[in-house]
């Protein structure tokens, strides 16, 4: 990896309608590559369902909630394609993967599976480190 990248390690899966309002973690991800020139995504725990390839249910509204106020709900898969589509390099844990009983084969095409100690081993390649 060249020293010109950056890594952003999401670890919570699931931040809530209200935050995401706020401060959408993938969407910012796609500005943060721009200005940063490369960003890798190591999605952790959770946050490694991401990557599967199932279909994506797109932007809804929740009503009804808070006196009827309509809530975006975003699709956090959606975002990892548009993210590898923009060149970011989507990274998951092996024992992630393992842990949480996923198919390597469900993952989106692009998303690459790595090992803890060769992750690790990489860190002094990246120019920062970024836990979101």
Do not use: K
């Amino acid at each position: 990896m060249s020293n010109a990248r950056n890594l952003v390690i999401v670890e919570r899966a699931y931040r809530g309608a209200i935050e995401v309002g706020y401060f959408d973690v993938l969407y910012q991800l796609l500005e943060l590559h721009r200005q940063l020139a490369g960003v890798d995504l190591l999605l952790r725990d959770h946050a490694a369902t991401y990557a599967l390839d199932t279909a994506e249910f797109g932007p809804e509204s929740l009503t009804g909630l808070f006196g009827g106020a309509p809530i975006a709900v975003n699709d956090p898969r959606s975002e990892v394609r548009r993210l590898l589509e923009t060149g970011v390099r989507v990274l998951v844990c092996h024992d992630d993967i393992v842990g949480l009983r996923l198919r390597p084969e469900r993952l989106r095409a692009g998303v690459r599976i790595v090992d803890d100690a060769e992750l690790y081993g990489r860190w002094p390649d990246y120019s920062q480190i970024l836990y979101m």
